[in-house]
């Protein structure tokens, strides 16, 4: 059809099962309908996104010779896409639609039930008006990019690279620690299998390392990110390593030759719990297989003295002190985050368990390591004073559950604590307590895993620990520390002295969650976990076209629900890249030529610098393929000449009025 | 049946199913809803240890309406206010106004463990004074008190603490009255019949 087409329009409205009728008298908004101005006909349906729903309105298309469909139902967000999908099999251009949101913005938020059917009609009203004013529009074809870019070399960055470079595709895997495997590479055994975390782990780094389309960048930060769907330019900053990494072998000289004898710095890695020299490398199984060089504590990068006995030991010549901060731009069709998660550090947020105070009370991540066979004591756990512990006390939740700190489950803990709680007895003998709140056990064999260690002796208490103290009240408790608990289930005040306390941490976003947020424009929920499009049909999108979310930067997950995330966030991607091509909306703005007086308001205010500037005929213009149709700039221009489909003034004003003219 | 075998099922027709409703109606008490009975609050409170029921159990037992429990167990009387469960609730219930809130129920209702009996008294006491002149005035309250609720020869045997105290002025005679008592009465007039109750209260002691 033509613009100059006399508008015959359908109206329809949704019940949305009851979500809009029970508050929206629906009968009474088609009767409305029926008598507003170039409505054909207007009828109901209780699920009109459902297939019966969408046949009734491509059947009365044909059938009344309609141009023109308003669905009233929910938001566009939901399912305008639906609808003019439906217009366009009616036969239509699917911009020939309006949607009018009587669920979010009514039925959901209005109480009483005449204001409700009201505001519904006004809201029909408007939607009405301005579809008779609406024009074909055409979706520019843009070609996707088949690059992909990963952000964060955990398990679940790892298995999204892995996927997608399987598939043929070319990944960049960006991690900013100077080897990948994140967290997981830190456990010794993994829950409910007891699987061995480096015997899973590490071969699939190896893979990540060795597989001819990844490409990894570790020490490296995404420091800018421009363009959109299909076609991001994203900037990466590589940090020095001070070692050329093509060179180095990992042979390890060049730590045995450093001028001091004795490592005596804190061991990141191990959490402090070993000590490193200033060249090192985080530990054996670190992908790459390369050294680092710490600025802060090396003689010569800190005082530029050194007899550099290191640079003698290389005899490859890898060690480069000259090494600057380089950054790279890298072009990309999708991005997928998996920026993972923060463990909680009680230190000074929860006093009453004394971590960090009293020596023998650990984070579940310490003990982790002390644990693992490539730990900092090779897997022997003993006290600070070297002796076996004889009872261990686990305290679950900390920092989780807690209105004071983190109000969420931290969905790991009560697993990783029992496994924990298993390993401690398996290597030292030690009674081992669990203190509970809930027990919290719902994966695939996880029960059973609880009931294994019920079973093996392990002494659960329900009940959140009130504090950890070393005020000792009997002879008993002496030289321990004392757990003070109610024990829920018994409904008596416990005092429990243990060798060893452990803090089952929980887990948060990432400290610079919400700047990594800002940078790839994505969402935030308010604690700082990145939020999926959708929370039960588009976990993996986001809000941003093209960019995608795997693993604990969404919310706290275990390893396999990381691993399924990962595939599917790749699934995701490939689908994108595979297809070749986005739409874009077009909704994009343009200049009125004869009106544009030159003045270059507009092209300062473009968020996405979209506005050029024609110098000899003295106009500005906007790059259609650049344009995110924000209209910022229709806004500003003071001659009205920026213009934007979709929201011409003839088609807002008469939804104003249509509104209006009900009120 | 022996009674060596008490009966120790509770049914639900012996419960009092509105209790958690009411204790819901006192400012800060419905927070009650929110518990998810970690015993966080018996675990720090310093007295739990000697009360007949922790603060835990007196939040379930509240909200399945174990009403004759609650309001005559010690543990209420005990609470000596001192705000650590407060400080420590992870959901952050004003576990000590939940306290404050069941013992206004058991004031209203005359029940008491005798030896509590002091408690509800200096309640009704300091109420009267703070009714009267606005004020509390420490010296007339712990005589009134102590007249009131003791024999008079007990009350004489401490009496000599009470004049030491006043010898070293940490106590005195002297009422303590704000300007206009006649405008708080209206006030206390526009809040209610609560504080009568309070008052009335503090008669008689039912339960021992």
């Known amino acids: 059809m033509t613009a100059t087409e006399t508008p015959r329009i359908g109206v329809y409205v949704c019940h949305c099962g009851i979500n809009i009728a029970s508050r929206v008298n629906v009968k009474e908004v088609v009767e409305f309908a029926r008598g507003l101005p170039h409505v054909v006909v207007a009828s109901e349906y209780k699920y009109l996104c459902s297939d019966p729903g969408q046949e009734l309105i491509r059947a009365d298309m044909k059938e009344h010779n309609l141009n023109r469909i308003v669905v009233a139902s929910c938001s566009p967000l939901m399912h305008e896409s639906t609808f003019r999908r439906v217009t366009a099999e009616g036969g239509q251009n699917e911009f020939l639609f309006q949607m009018a949101n009587i669920r979010e913005h009514v039925s959901w938020v209005t109480e009483d039930e005449g204001e409700a059917t009201s505001k519904s009609k006004a809201l029909v009203a408007g939607a009405v008006r301005r579809v008779a004013f609406h024009e074909p529009l055409t979706r520019e074809k843009v070609p996707v990019n088949p690059n992909v870019l990963v952000v964060g070399g955990g398990i679940a960055g790892i298995q999204a690279a892995l996927t997608m470079a399987d598939a043929g595709k070319k990944v960049y895997l960006v991690e900013r620690e100077p080897t990948i495997g994140g967290h997981m590479a830190k456990f010794d055994k993994t829950f409910p299998t007891l699987d061995c975390s480096a015997c899973i782990l590490t071969p699939k780094m190896s893979m990540v390392k060795s597989h001819p389309n990844i490409e990894m960048m570790t020490l490296s930060e995404v420091a800018e990110v421009h363009g959109y769907v299909g076609n991001f330019k994203v900037k990466v900053k590589k940090n020095p390593r001070y070692i050329k990494e093509d060179l180095c072998v990992g042979c390890l000289e060049c730590i045995e030759s450093c001028v001091y004898k004795e490592a005596k710095f804190p061991d990141e890695y191990n959490l402090g719990l070993g000590k490193r020299k200033p060249v090192y490398i985080p530990f054996p199984q670190a992908t790459p297989q390369v050294v680092l060089v710490d600025p802060e504590t090396c003689l010569y990068l800190k005082k530029g003295k050194c007899k550099q006995t290191c640079l003698e030991a290389c005899d490859r010549k890898a060690i480069d002190f000259e090494q600057k901060e380089e950054i790279s731009e890298l072009d990309v069709g999708a991005i997928i985050l998996a920026t993972g998660f923060k463990a909680f550090d009680p230190t000074n947020r929860l006093p009453q368990y004394g971590y960090g105070f009293y020596p023998e009370v650990y984070t579940s991540l310490e003990i982790e390591r002390l644990l693992n066979s490539a730990g900092p004591t090779s897997g022997e756990l003993t006290t600070k004073s070297g002796q076996v512990p004889q009872t261990v006390g686990i305290v679950h939740c900390v920092g989780s559950r807690d209105k004071k700190t983190n109000v969420w489950c931290s969905r790991v803990c009560c697993m990783y604590s029992l496994k924990l709680a298993h390993l401690i007895e398996e290597r030292t003998g030690a009674h081992v307590y669990n203190f509970y709140i809930d027990m919290r056990t719902p994966g695939k064999g996880y029960e059973e895993f609880y009931e294994r260690l019920l079973q093996e002796g392990m002494r659960p208490v329900r009940g959140r620990v009130a504090a950890i103290t070393d005020w000792a009240m009997t002879p008993e408790e002496e030289g321990k520390l004392v757990i003070r608990v109610e024990d829920t289930m018994i409904g008596v005040v416990r005092r429990i002295p243990v060798d060893m306390a452990v803090l089952s941490v929980g887990l948060e976003p990432q400290p610079d969650a919400k700047e990594v947020r800002r940078r790839f424009n994505i969402s935030c929920s308010p604690e700082g976990w990145f939020l999926e499009r959708h929370p039960k049909l588009a976990p993996v999108s986001t809000f941003t076209d093209g960019v995608f979310l795997a693993g604990a930067c969404q919310g706290p997950k275990d390893i396999p629900d990381s691993v399924a995330q990962a595939g599917a966030a790749a699934a995701e991607a490939l689908a994108l890249i595979d297809r070749g091509y986005v739409e874009m909306e077009p909704n994009t703005a343009w200049i009125e030529e004869e009106l544009c007086s030159g003045c270059k308001s507009c092209s300062g205010q473009c968020p996405y610098n979209a506005i050029g500037f024609d110098d000899e005929k003295a106009r500005a213009m906007i790059n259609e393929a650049l344009c995110k149709g924000c209209g910022t700039c229709v806004a500003t221009c003071p001659s009205g000449a920026a213009r934007q489909k979709l929201f011409l003034d003839k088609q807002i004003y008469e939804e104003i009025r249509g509104v209006l003219s009900y009120v | ?208």
Not at chain 2, 13 to 30: C, K, R, V
Not at chain 2, 75 to 95: A, D, F, G, H, R
Not at chain 2, 154 to 168: E, H, P, S, V, W
Not at chain 2, 173 to 185: C, F, G, M, S, V
């Open chain 2, 1 to 208: 049946m022996s009674e060596r075998f008490d009966r120790q099922i509770k049914y639900e027709s012996d419960l009092d199913l509105n209790f958690a409703h009411q204790i819901a109606s006192f400012p800060g008490g419905e927070r009650i809803f929110d518990c998810i009975q970690c015993g966080t609050c018996s675990g720090t409170c310093p007295l739990s240890v000697y009360m007949e029921y922790t603060p835990r159990r007196i939040i379930a037992m509240t909200r399945a309406g174990f009403k004759d429990e609650v309001v005559r167990s010690n543990t209420i009387w005990l609470c000596s206010s001192c705000y650590s469960c407060t400080v420590e609730c992870p959901k952050e219930i004003k576990l000590t106004d939940i306290m404050y809130a069941i013992k206004r129920q058991a004031i209203r209702e005359n029940i008491w463990p005798k030896e509590f009996k002091m408690s509800p008294m200096m309640t009704g006491e300091f109420f009267k004074l703070v009714e009267k002149n606005g004020r509390n005035s420490e010296g007339w309250l712990m005589m009134n008190l102590y007249m009131k609720s003791m024999a008079v020869g007990d009350a004489l045997k401490i009496a000599g603490i009470g004049m030491k105290m006043f010898a070293k002025k940490r106590m005195s005679l002297k009422t303590e009255k704000i300007a206009d008592p006649a405008e708080l009465r209206k006030i206390l007039d526009a809040a209610g019949s609560e504080m009568e109750l309070i008052k009335e209260g503090a008669k008689e002691v039912v339960h021992g």
